[in-house]
């Protein structure tokens, strides 16, 4: 059975960093394309980085580039996700998410496997 568990959300002044992670089971990460995704109340949900597992290469959407970084962690078969110079703006639920196939992409709906989500609150 596909797994993903995410964690490490909370409460965090703007300016301050958390570090998201995504344990998966059921599956070896780095066979698929992996994105974490986030969703504001009242908003649709947006990839906010993806990777590739073909690649290697990782990319971001313009509101998170240059403060937020995707990476995969091989040995232990989790990915994280580095938050840095948060945002009121960046408050919400994030997940990750994985596809059955190498290529990542920003769109949510080939992603068939999601985790339960982790709450990101920044105050400003």
């Known amino acids: 059975e596909v797994q993903l568990v995410e964690s490490g959300g909370g409460l965090v002044q703007a300016g301050g960093s958390l570090k998201l992670s995504c344990a998966a089971s059921g599956f070896i990460f780095n066979e698929y394309a992996i994105a974490w995704f986030r969703q504001a109340p009242g908003k649709e949900r947006e990839a906010v980085a993806w990777m590739s597992s073909d690649d290697g290469i990782t990319h971001c959407a313009d509101s998170v580039k240059g403060r937020f970084t995707i990476s995969i962690d091989n040995a232990n078969n989790t990915a994280f996700l580095q938050m840095n110079n948060l945002e009121p703006e960046d408050t919400a639920l994030y997940y990750c998410?994985?596809?059955?196939?190498?290529?990542?992409?920003?769109?949510?709906?080939?992603?068939?496997?999601w985790g339960q989500g982790t709450l990101v609150n920044v105050s400003s």
């Open positions: 998410a994985t596809k059955g196939y190498p290529v990542a992409s920003p769109l949510a709906a080939p992603y068939k496997q």
